[in-house]
Nanobody, 120 residues
Framework: VQLQASGGGSVQTGRSLRLSCAASGFTVGTHAIGWFRQAPGKEREGVACIPTGGISTYYGGSVKGRFTISSDSAKNTVYLQMNNLTAEDTAVYFC??????????????WGQGTLVTVSS
């Protein structure tokens, strides 16, 4: 199982970015897949999750209404669309996956992380 995160970069406040998490070794939908982030000096926090089956989505409180997680089964990829970015969104973003119904900090498989920097 491998997860390849990409799409990070440097943007100005209020702009958008879309992160991608390409999965291999399993089929998206058979695992819960989540996005997490870790800012300098802070603990890792959950950002968004698609549980196994891909029917529902869940978001951390600080991103609700601005970020959208989605999956594309044809590309076996999960996306995180991030809109109206603020400096507080600056962090390394990771995608993670595990069998089971939900996302949690100790998920089994992790991508390498992609850096998002938001500045004014």
């Amino acid at each position: 199982v491998q997860l390849q995160a990409s799409g990070g970069g440097s943007v100005q406040t209020g702009r958008s970015l879309r992160l991608s998490c390409a999965a291999s070794g399993f089929t998206v939908g058979t695992h819960a897949i989540g996005w997490f982030r870790q800012a300098p000096g802070k603990e890792r926090e959950g950002v968004a999750c698609i549980p196994t089956g891909g029917i529902s989505t869940y978001y951390g409180g600080s991103v609700k209404g601005r970020f959208t997680i989605s999956s594309d089964s044809a590309k076996n990829t999960v996306y995180l669309q991030m809109n109206n970015l603020t400096a507080e969104d600056t962090a390394v973003y990771f995608c993670a996956a595990d069998r089971g119904l939900r996302c949690y900090p100790g998920m089994r498989y992790w991508g390498q992380g992609t850096l998002v920097t938001v500045s004014s």
